[in-house]
Nanobody, 122 residues
Framework: QVKLVESGGGSVQAVGSLRLSCVASTFLYTYCMSWLRQATGKELEAFASIDAAGKTTYADSVKSRFTISQDNAENTLYLQMNSQKPEDTAMYYC?????????????????WGQGTQVTVSS
């Protein structure tokens, strides 16, 4: 069983920045690691992924504003969020998925964190 614990969420004003962390109980490079979010009343969105080689992919909604990275020595996944918008308000989750399908096709995740709330005010 892999445990993922997110932290770093909070409230920020528009154009501000936050950095989320996700500490894993196992080696990150054995999985495709992703950040997902779900706003109230909206579908779950997987918007950033990183594979074992460090290759990153982003959804258009966050491209050029968000950066996913990982520290393999610390088993920690990060999400740097800059130029935030009110529409970024959501519960944010990290997830570990199939390392051979990265970015994942559909909700193909083996493990999830409990989530951390991000609220962006205008």
């Amino acid at each position: 069983q892999v445990k993922l614990v997110e932290s770093g969420g909070g409230s920020v004003q528009a154009v501000g920045s936050l950095r989320l962390s996700c500490v894993a109980s196992t080696f990150l490079y054995t999985y495709c690691m992703s950040w997902l979010r779900q706003a109230t009343g909206k579908e779950l969105e997987a918007f950033a992924s990183i594979d074992a080689a460090g290759k990153t992919t982003y959804a258009d909604s966050v491209k050029s504003r968000f950066t996913i990275s990982q520290d393999n020595a610390e088993n920690t996944l990060y999400l740097q969020m800059n130029s935030q918008k009110p529409e970024d308000t959501a519960m944010y989750y990290c997830a570990a998925g199939n390392p051979y399908s990265c970015p994942p096709v559909g909700p193909d995740f083996s493990y999830w964190g409990q989530g951390t709330q991000v609220t962006v005010s205008s």
